[in-house]
C-alpha cells in the first residue's frame, strides 16, 4: 500500500523515534508499505517519520551508483563521521520542489540491523553515505534545512511554508499539517 508522505511543518518529523524489535506490530507491512511509497514517489530514501510512525527505521534505493545500494536499515546508530566533507544538493520526498547545496562527512559508518533482525556495521562514502546520513536526520527529528546558514534558512522560509500548507503539490500522496 502506498502510504501519504508526511510534509514539513508536521511535529512527526520533529519527534524522537523508537526502537523497533521483531515483536513490533505491522513491521512487515510497514516496511512493504514504504517501498511501496519510495518506488511510486522516485525518491532515493524514506524514514518511517515521514509516514507518520515515530520508529527507527529507514529505506535507501540509491541506483545511481556502480554497485547499487537497496537496503531498509533498523535501529541504525552512525559510530564514525569522516572529517573529510562533500557538499551536493539534496532534496527531501516532504519537502516537494525544493532543493539546497548540503554539506556532510563523505564517509560514515553505521551499525544497524536488517529487515530479519541480523546486525551489520558497514562504512558508506560518497552518494550513499549521504543518502543514509539525509534519512538518519529523519529518525532523529532533524530534516536538512537544519543544516543549512542561517541566511540560506531565512531565503527559504517564504518555500518552506508554501509546501506546509499544501500549496506545492507533487505527483505523489502527501499529508500536509492541519492549519489552525
Known amino acids: 500500500m502506498i502510504r501519504p508522505i508526511i510534509a514539513y511543518g508536521s511535529p512527526v518529523l520533529r519527534e524522537a523515534t523508537q526502537q523497533i524489535s521483531r515483536d513490533t506490530p505491522?513491521?512487515?507491512q510497514?516496511?512493504?508499505?514504504?517501498?511501496?511509497?519510495?518506488d511510486n514517489a522516485?525518491?532515493?530514501g524514506l524514514a518511517a517519520p515521514q509516514v507518520n510512525v515515530p520508529v527507527r527505521l529507514f529505506l535507501v534505493d540509491n541506483r545511481l551508483e556502480d554497485a547499487p545500494l537497496r537496503q531498509a536499515f533498523l535501529n541504525p546508530l552512525i559510530?564514525?563521521?569522516?572529517?573529510?566533507?562533500?557538499?551536493?544538493?539534496?532534496?527531501?520526498l516532504s519537502i516537494p520542489g525544493?532543493?539546497?547545496?548540503v554539506t556532510r562527512p563523505e564517509t560514515i559508518t553505521i551499525r544497524y540491523e536488517d529487515a530479519s533482525f541480523q546486525e551489520h556495521t558497514r562504512t558508506f562514502s560518497g552518494?550513499?553515505?549521504r543518502i543514509i546520513q539525509h534519512e538518519y536526520d529523519h529518525i532523529e527529528g532533524r530534516l536538512y534545512t537544519d543544516l543549512l546558514s542561517p541566511l540560506s534558512r531565512t531565503l527559504l522560509k517564504?518555500?518552506?511554508?508554501a509546501v506546509s500548507k499544501g500549496r506545492f503539490r507533487p505527483g505523489y500522496p502527501m499529508q500536509f499539517p492541519l492549519r489552525s
Open 26 to 28: 505491522g513491521l512487515a
Open 30 to 38: 510497514l516496511i512493504a508499505d514504504m517501498w511501496h511509497t519510495l
Open 42 to 44: 522516485g525518491g532515493v
Open 79 to 92: 559510530i564514525m563521521r569522516s572529517a573529510a566533507v562533500s557538499t551536493d544538493e539534496e532534496g527531501c
Open 98 to 101: 525544493l532543493t539546497a547545496m
Open 127 to 129: 552518494m550513499d553515505a
Open 158 to 161: 517564504h518555500k518552506l511554508r
